[in-house]
């Protein structure tokens, strides 16, 4: 028997700490369900008020985590909104949507802000624009094979 080969790889460098996305508590989202409620102990969509007792509901971060610069605040009532998933929070041009757009549009405004041109994939890689063709008025360079027939 041998020993089995151990592969000595360079050490794997540790990860950057990435800041995660902050959640409610347990606490809060029982506080928020509470604050949803109705007087008859309904839950109600905080967005357009539909009885969604029992459907599923979402913690809606009123501002979306990505443009969260500062996530060492905590997060508090007044930040979240309970939600139907499906009335309000994922259906297309719901909260979730338009939540991504606003992120994409944000990444965009940063990029052009820094001066990061848009799309210019070839831009500085040696890459010139080709000449135009011209073919139709260019000048024949070489004979055409039937010119060359002598009879
Ligand atoms: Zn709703």
New binding site residues.
């Given amino acids: 028997m041998t020993d089995p080969v151990k592969f000595e790889g360079p050490a794997v460098p540790p990860r950057p700490q990435r800041i995660a996305r902050r959640e409610f508590s347990r606490a809060q989202k029982v506080a928020l369900i509470k604050r949803a409620m109705n007087g008859s102990g309904r839950i109600i ?1 905080e ?4 009885n ?1 007792t029992g459907k599923a509901i979402e913690f809606d971060h009123i501002i979306p985590e990505a443009l969260v610069l500062d996530k060492s605040v905590a997060l508090n009532l007044a930040d979240g909104l309970v ?2 998933r499906d ?2 929070h994922r259906r297309p041009g719901g909260k979730t949507a338009t939540d991504l757009a606003d992120i994409a549009e944000a990444k965009r405004r940063e990029a052009k802000h820094l001066g990061i041109p848009r799309n210019r994939r070839f831009f500085g890689s040696g890459f010139s624009p080709a000449q135009p063709q011209r073919s139709a008025s260019r000048p024949l360079t070489k004979p055409a094979v039937w010119r060359c027939h002598t009879e």
């Fill in positions: 969509c967005r357009c008020g539909l969604i939600l139907g009335c309000c």
